[in-house]
């Protein structure tokens, strides 16, 4: 476990009722400073350097009105995006962070396009344990079923966030992946197909067994056929919340990346049961997820858990690593090994059959 320590360093009541104040007025703040990224204003004052831009300046290059200015300047000077040196606004080190990090701006776009109108729905989807909050987005179950058909920006949005986390770490799990030299590799939760490609590629002698909901195994079959390794490659069409279908048989490497964090403790005792089952003798499963105990940095362990309770599945989580410990070992499956700082958060789950 790497990250013990979450609570901020010992403060006075006046700074702790600032920080309340943040949380309180968060949702509003955002929009203001999401406004003025998306809309130049950020990238104006970028652009004018340590010298910065008063009103005049800013309104004279016609993207804005008076108004609008001021009341989305004064709420990015609140948050830090911005100062105000001599009646000029000019860029802080947060403003330039907005302009810059690809990381900040897919968190943004995501929590905007695909959060923002539905954690309004929080509340019920806590007490229900529903996604409620989807119906904004569209009528599915779950959001997982919907995913190929959501709108524009919201489908770019999702797939932007889904993969800039796992897509840094690809490169560094593969030797993991080839550790024990499997031939019959499963990849539960296919999605876009991107690892099964990743693994296709890196070895020439692996056969891949996709397993996912029939609208993400039509994503993951075009991306085997862009790569020309579909041929490789079997497709199994499978809800794995109907608990009673079975995994297809003798696997050497079972892989779930960001999977199991979609799915409730019962699902996912469920689905482990079902992956032992799936085994070869000497079989081992590979799990990659983020889990908010092993961050390194504070930041990592800024929670997302409610976007899953909102927008995905109504009763899934970030969870410890000691939730999947010992829900896999409910399926007699006994955890090898744990190696921790794998992309920007990841960690990596290996087990075996006990």
């Excluded at 920080?19 to 999401?34: D, T």
């Excluded at 409610?306 to 000691?322: D, H, I, Q």
Aim: hydrophobic share 40%.
């Amino acid at each position: 476990m790497l990250n013990k320590k979450f609570s901020p360093e010992p403060q006075s009541t006046f700074e702790a009722r600032f920080e309340a104040q943040k949380i309180a007025f968060g949702p509003v703040v955002f929009q203001c400073v999401r406004y003025a990224w998306k809309r130049g204003m950020l990238q104006a004052l970028s652009e004018s350097g340590d010298t910065g831009l008063d009103l005049p300046a800013l309104q004279a290059q016609g993207g804005w009105s008076e108004y609008a200015l001021k009341v989305v300047l004064e709420s990015c000077l609140s948050a830090g995006v911005v100062c105000l040196q001599e009646g000029r606004y000019v860029l802080d080190k947060t403003g330039y962070i907005l302009l810059s990090d690809v990381m900040t701006q897919i968190n943004i776009d995501f929590v905007n396009d695909v959060c923002y109108r539905g954690l309004a729905d929080l509340d019920r989807s806590l007490d229900e344990q529903k996604p409620l909050g989807l119906g904004a987005l569209g009528d599915w179950p779950t959001i997982y079923q919907g995913l190929s058909e959501l709108s524009e920006p919201t489908k770019s949005s999702w797939f932007a966030f889904d993969h800039f986390y796992s897509d840094t770490s690809f490169p560094d799990i593969l030797p993991d992946v080839l550790a024990t030299q499997p031939r019959n590799v499963m990849d539960i939760g296919a999605n876009t197909g991107k690892f099964s490609r990743a693994a296709l590629d890196a070895h020439a002698h692996i056969k891949l067994h996709l397993v996912d909901l029939p609208q993400q195994l039509a994503m993951a079959e075009r991306t085997l056929i862009e790569a020309g390794t579909r041929e490789r490659a079997s497709l199994h069409p499978l809800d794995l919340l109907q608990f009673e279908q079975p995994l297809p048989a003798d696997m050497d490497l079972i892989w779930m990346s960001q999977f199991l964090s979609c799915f409730s403790e019962a699902a996912i005792a469920s689905i482990f049961k079902r992956v032992a089952a799936a085994l070869s003798e000497r079989g081992q499963v590979l799990v990659l997820d983020t889990f908010w105990d092993r961050q390194r940095y504070a930041i990592a362990s800024y929670c997302t858990s409610p976007y899953f309770t909102a927008m995905a599945s109504g009763n899934s989580k970030v969870y410890e690593s000691a939730d999947y410990i010992r829900l896999a070992e409910t399926a007699n499956l006994k955890l090898v090994s744990v190696r921790d700082g794998i992309g920007y958060c990841h960690s990596l789950l290996r087990f075996a059959k006990a």
